[in-house]
């Protein structure tokens, strides 16, 4: 039986007054196995006064035992002349080691089993590794000396480590609570949900139009990366942060993952563990410090992976707005009073080492904390991604319509101009979308071109090449040139609340400030 099996058993013949069944038990079962059952026994009744006798017995018993059978304990240090330091209960105690033990097995960290009694302990034997053992904690903070500081039970615990393990902050381990050692370690590198395991999708080439803005990000992020001995050499400095704005949809993610991609091109590198990608609200906690702390572990991440590949590692923050807003005079806490202040230390360098770029993506840079918006931090770049303009938008539908196998009679109107006239409805400034009449008594225009966004050519582009095939499959008609540019509008009118590009009359829908009647065109 187990302890658990014991307890219940102890329990039952306890009262039922069977003296015989609890005097057989005390005599078959391991004292061990009985000495836990009693505690368990005495912690859940609070009285041990009934089993104080038993105790006493067990307990000399289990001494005993140890002296005849031994004790598994861990080693703390090896010794010379055959010695070894070991964890015995509250106290360090050297003992000698057996000659049939193999000294090079023996390690810090190493299991093994003392027997003898006070006149003499001796290491006779070492036990293999087990990683199903111990407890799992985070490492909070590495001290000078190595050790670590982690949390447990809600109390701060400083950790020796086994031979041969280093850890860092952010660490994931395993320890013994018993010897106060940790036995291993789980890289943050290797725990991080954040990092990517692959390369980026996108490279700058996939990404049509934007000549501008890349090449700003090529000599502002790529090429002090790349070629970081020359710009130190002119006393350039490599940016700390930058901030990608605008409407959503228009590549801001993807143009992300770019840079870092030709980072790594040009660095000739396979390791993309460095770019780190992040939803604003995925590190936010209820709990006061929780999301301070994912910060720094984010940053102690990217750092361990910096050193490790030589390339600046990149966190792409999306939605920074959600952690990043602004500071208010008040008496009472606000996440954004401690988080601002811990994304301003780690992106400053007071925290020391690695070279890390945090790339802030939003479409709302007035929501942001001015602090960050300075030199030194997100302010060091700070670039505007705007909505397609016509060439980028028949860079994007070009991509799709030009593929080797599309649906035939998608080709017909490809061939007819089926880009143009999309381009040119999407642009056309005399034939705007819809009217809105404003809270003012004004009337102004809902132009096409200031509602598109790559994303929604990208939308287009694959609708159209569905519906083509669909009709393949049902034996239908293909899309026609109008049918193309309805579907445009209707996409467009989605966004703003109308399912039905039937109706014709006024509706309303909100914007970020204000409300505002539509009147379709036409």
Aim: charged share 30%.
């Amino acid at each position: 039986m187990d302890s658990y099996e014991i307890k219940e058993a102890i329990e039952k013949a306890y009262f039922g007054k069977n003296k015989q069944a609890l005097r057989k038990l005390f005599e078959n079962e391991d004292p061990r196995d009985l000495a836990d059952a009693l505690w368990h026994q005495i912690h859940e009744s609070y009285d041990g006064g009934r089993y104080k006798q038993e105790l006493e017995e067990l307990t000399k018993k289990i001494k005993e035992m140890n002296n005849k059978s031994g004790q598994r304990v861990r080693c703390l240090g090896v010794l010379p002349e055959r010695r070894a330091l070991v964890k015995l209960g509250p106290i360090s105690e050297e003992v000698m080691v057996s000659p049939s033990v193999n000294m090079s097995k023996l390690k810090r960290g190493t299991e093994v089993l003392v027997i003898g009694g006070n006149e003499g302990r001796v290491i006779a034997g070492v036990r293999e590794p087990s990683f199903n053992e111990g407890r799992l904690s985070k490492v909070q903070r590495v001290l000078d000396d190595g050790r670590a500081l982690i949390e447990d039970g809600g109390h701060g615990l400083i950790l020796s480590l086994a031979e041969n393990l280093k850890c860092n902050s952010g660490d994931e381990i395993r320890y013994d609570l018993d010897s106060l050692m940790i036995l291993e370690v789980i890289s943050a590198e290797k725990n991080s949900v954040f990092a990517l395991s692959e390369k980026p999708e996108f490279t700058f080439d996939d990404i049509k139009g934007l000549e501008e803005e890349k090449k700003f990000l090529r000599e502002r992020i790529v090429y002090p990366a790349v070629y970081k001995e020359k710009f130190k050499k002119y006393g350039l400095k490599s940016i700390r942060g930058a901030l990608l704005h605008g409407p959503p949809g228009c590549g801001k993610t993807i143009l992300a993952g770019a840079i870092f991609n030709e980072i790594a091109t040009l660095k000739k590198t396979n390791d993309f563990s460095g770019f780190f990608l992040i939803n604003g609200p995925e590190v936010l906690s209820k709990w006061a410090g929780n999301t301070e702390e994912a910060i720094r572990n984010i940053y102690e991440q990217a750092r361990i992976v910096n050193k490790k590949s030589g390339i600046p590692s990149i966190i792409c923050w999306d939605e920074i707005e959600s952690i990043t807003g602004k500071r208010k005079d008040s008496s009472t806490y606000t996440p954004e009073k401690t988080v601002v202040p811990t994304l301003l230390s780690q992106m400053q360098g007071v925290v020391s080492g690695g070279d890390v770029i945090l790339i802030g993506l939003t479409n709302r840079p007035d929501l942001i904390d001015p602090a960050l918006m300075r030199p030194g931090r997100l302010g060091d770049a700070i670039l505007e991604i705007p909505r397609p303009d016509s060439k980028a938008a028949g860079d994007i539908l070009n991509k799709i319509f030009k593929r080797e196998e599309l649906p035939q009679g998608l080709k017909c109107i490809i061939e007819q101009g089926l880009t143009n006239k999309l381009v040119e409805h999407t642009y056309d400034n005399e034939n705007p979308l819809a009217f809105a009449k404003l809270r003012s008594g004004e009337t102004s225009p809902l132009l096409r071109q200031e509602m598109v966004n790559g994303a929604l050519f990208a939308q287009i582009g694959e609708e159209l090449v569905l519906k083509a095939c669909m009709a393949e499959i049902y034996g239908k008609d293909p899309p026609t040139m109008p049918e193309a540019i309805e579907m445009l509008d209707n996409i467009l009118l989605n966004q703003i609340g109308v399912l039905d590009a039937g109706v014709k009359n006024g509706f309303t829908f909100d914007t970020s400030n204000y409300v505002i009647d539509v009147s379709l065109n036409g």
